[in-house]
């Protein structure tokens, strides 16, 4: 395999990676997990909760957003999935009923891509000898829709359900081995910052971003959310001593 077909390959498979959905299931279900569980243990932590107290509610925080996470996702590649459906169905049916108007607009595609009259004639001519072939064709060149990539509604729900729990144990960590007080709260940030370092850098890489960009930009979001919580949970904790 050549460099370039390596190269067209990755790009390939990451395009499908985000039409599918699991892209986008994968970053927002280890984010939530992280931001959200360290506000909710941070905002009990600094209310002045016992550790058990704060364990339980991480706990009960990380199942119901992981639980949460899944089915939203799910709903949303099958709602996805079945507008991608609705226009090929009427893709199906216009092929059957307008079969040489769309090889016409077929050949103007490939013309307006830079392909010679005859060559996208011809090429058109071929593909058209198979319905199938054409409508795959026609599908992902006009409409921009890959029949093959429409995405998995469980694959993103399993996906967002799974990262959301690692991503949720990160803040729960220091209560977990036996930390207490301010102690468990700063050593949570910390943690949950350097994850979010390593997601925020990794999003920004796999987007041709720049990581460092991607990384202090996650960094500011759990450092700013951990400061709004602990400041709510300190007031709340003050008011009800």
């Not at 706990?59 to 949303?76: D, N």
């Not at 392909?115 to 004639?121: C, G, I, S, V, Y």
Request: charge should be negative; include cysteine.
């Amino acid at each position: 395999m050549t460099k370039n077909t390596e190269i067209s390959a990755v790009l390939a498979q990451r395009a499908a990676q985000v039409q599918r959905g699991g892209a986008r299931a994968a970053v927002l279900g280890v984010t939530d997990g992280l931001v959200s569980t360290l506000c909710l243990v941070v905002g009990v932590g600094a209310a002045g909760a016992d550790p058990k107290a704060v364990l339980t509610a991480g706990f009960a925080g990380l199942l119901a957003g992981a639980i949460s996470m899944a089915a939203g996702e799910w709903i949303s590649v099958k709602t996805q999935v079945e507008l991608f459906q609705g226009v090929l169905d009427d893709l199906r049916l216009a092929v059957k009923k307008d079969y040489h108007l769309l090889q016409e607009k077929l050949v103007d595609d490939f013309k307006e891509h830079g392909m010679h009259p005859d060559t996208a004639l011809s090429a058109t001519k071929d593909i058209a000898a198979n319905q199938d072939e054409f409508m795959s064709m026609y599908s992902s060149q006009i409409i921009g829709i890959n029949q093959d990539e429409l995405g998995s509604p469980w694959r993103a729900a399993g996906s967002s359900f799974v990262l959301f729990t690692i991503g949720a144990l990160v803040p729960l960590g220091p209560w977990m081995f036996g930390f207490n007080d301010l102690t468990a709260i700063l050593v949570a940030i910390g943690l949950t910052a350097l994850a979010g370092l390593f997601v925020g850098g990794y999003t920004a890489r796999s987007s041709g971003r720049s990581v460092w960009y991607g990384s202090l930009r996650q960094l500011l979001i759990i450092v700013l959310s951990a400061g709004v919580t602990y400041g709510i949970g300190h007031i709340f904790g003050v008011v009800t001593a």
